[in-house]
């Protein structure tokens, strides 16, 4: 079985950074798409960022220009580097991966990890 494993996240004031990363166990990482999810609370969970196997990224217009996806293949890590951050980016984030087909942002995730917080605080 997958499994994926989030670390990173915390606390920290509006303007500031937090990297956060997610390592993948039992998996064949360089096949498939990898997604950065989060649900704030009350709120439905929205795809944050993607990236393939060749390294295409995809965002969410809210975090373009502050957040970055990227991976380590020889390492199966994928991070999230998360700069700027604002109150709304407060949120638990998950990781997950597809072994589906398409474009990543298109697909469905069937591998989750457990999540990981942050806030963002005024």
């Known amino acids: 079985d997958v499994q994926l494993v989030e670390s990173g996240g915390g606390s920290v004031q509006a303007g500031g950074s937090l990297r956060l990363s997610c390592a993948a166990y039992?998996?064949?990482?360089?096949?498939?798409?990898m997604g950065w999810f989060r649900q704030a609370a009350g709120k439905e969970r929205e795809g944050v960022a993607y990236i393939d196997r060749n390294g295409i990224t995809a965002y969410v217009d809210s975090v373009k220009g502050r957040f970055t996806i990227s991976q380590d293949n020889a390492k199966n890590t994928v991070y999230l580097q998360m700069n700027s951050l604002k109150p709304e980016d407060t949120a638990m984030y998950y990781c997950?991966?597809?072994?589906?087909?398409?474009?990543?942002?298109?697909?469905?995730?069937?591998?989750w990890g457990q999540g990981t917080q942050v806030t963002v605080s005024t």
């Open positions: 039992g998996y064949t990482y360089g096949r498939y798409c």
């Open positions: 997950a991966a597809s072994n589906g087909y398409g474009a990543c942002v298109n697909r469905a995730y069937n591998a």
